[in-house]
Nanobody, 125 residues
């Protein structure tokens, strides 16, 4: 069993930055993927960013490319999401999600077997 805990959300103004963290504990392994999703009010959960175990490969949804950066520190079992140039449309609850098998880059929420509790990000205009 893997536990994921997000932190770092908050209320910011458009153009500001935030860094989210996702700390993993429990039975992780070299192949364990941890990625980011978000869910805005009244909308379905959507993929945001993915990162390979080594950190050498990353993958983003189009709306955040060039503004968000995903990274990981395997020694700390932590994945980060640096969010710059935030926009009101980035307002959502941000979740990290874990997957034990099947690859690191799936954009589909149903492929993940562990989820954090979520952290609220609110961007005012």
């Amino acid at each position: 069993q893997v536990q994921l805990v997000e932190s770092g959300g908050g209320l910011v103004q458009a153009g500001d930055s935030l860094r989210l963290s996702c700390a993993a504990s429990g039975r992780t392994s070299r192949s364990y993927a941890i990625n980011w999703f978000r869910q805005a009010p009244g909308k379905e959960r959507e993929f945001v960013a993915a990162i390979s175990w080594s950190g050498a490969d990353t993958y983003y949804t189009n709306s955040v490319k060039g503004r968000f950066t995903i990274s990981r520190d395997n020694a700390k079992n932590t994945v980060y999401l640096q969010m710059n140039s935030l926009k009101p449309e980035d307002t959502a609850v941000y979740y990290c999600a874990g997957r034990a098998q099947g690859g690191w880059s799936s954009p589909y929420a149903y492929d993940y077997d562990s989820w954090g509790q979520g952290t609220q990000v609110t961007v005012s205009s």
